[in-house]
């Protein structure tokens, strides 16, 4: 498989009153064509400054100070603003975590959907109309509607017309950041599985930024789960389930509700994320780990590979393989 995303060692900061928040640090994975990775974490963990770094949209106090995102082999960090404008829409595009916002009460969502497509292809209005209407047809509203306006629309067909508007300009990827935040649990599940069916019949390569752990293995191929500005896991949704390595990883399932097995014990994690100003240079994990020691507390573990293609962040596989 050939990687569409690749992220290396990327660090975006804040600054703030009481010091340098390190929301991201040292993050690096990829994601192969036609791959749906899920980015998994506690609110707070960095997945959703992740994506806005990719995305090129921190905005001062914040910053990027490190790293590369290569999109198909282009750095996007040293992407110029009218470079970066035309590969927003064709090669990379976000679902946004609440379409209220996102679509204009103004206009009525097909002007939204070709407005998308007319400013970054050369067509014609028919066929800018022609191509709206199809959008609209793949999820699941009839095409004819596209003269009604966002109000006209429940909360999961305005994220459906998100999604056909992040689909405009065929784009190879998609960011989806929690974007069923705000819908009921029927209507979540619907455009969940959606946005899986789309990813298959366009062959997409997606990145679903969500904090649903049960959802986000059912539906992703390879998994990376975020603690506190950094991935300490990275794998196969079947590795992650199957052949945890990471103390975080393995709690955060623990405390996850199995459905289909409703009699094992839900375990929450004690203790709460670390204050990501002036963190000490070490296992960020370390105060809530079960499995801490002495070196935990002095130095960093390094997001190594453990097996082919699983990554871990963690001493305890260095210090039983010796
Ligand atoms: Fe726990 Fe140490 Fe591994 Fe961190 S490095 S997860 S504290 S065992």
Redesign the pocket.
Known sequence: MTAVLTVENLSTFFKTEKGIARAVENVSFSVEEGEMLGLIGESGCGKTTVAQSILRLIEFPGKVVAGSVHLNGRDLLKASDSELDSLRWKDLSVIPQNAMNALNPVYTIGDQIMEAILLHERVSKREALARTKTLLELVGIDGDRWKSYPHEFSGGMKQRVAIAMSLACSPKLVISDESTTGLDVLTQAQVIALIKNLQRKMDLSVILISHDLPMVTAICDKIAIMYAGKI?ELASTEDILNDTR???SKALLQATPDLSDPDREVISIPGSVPNLVNIPQ?????TR?????D???KET?EFREVKNGHFS????EEEENG
């Open positions: 300490v990471h103390p975080y070490c296992c960020r994990f370390h780990c079960a499995f801490a020691f070196r935990c507390r573990p962040a963690c001493f305890l």
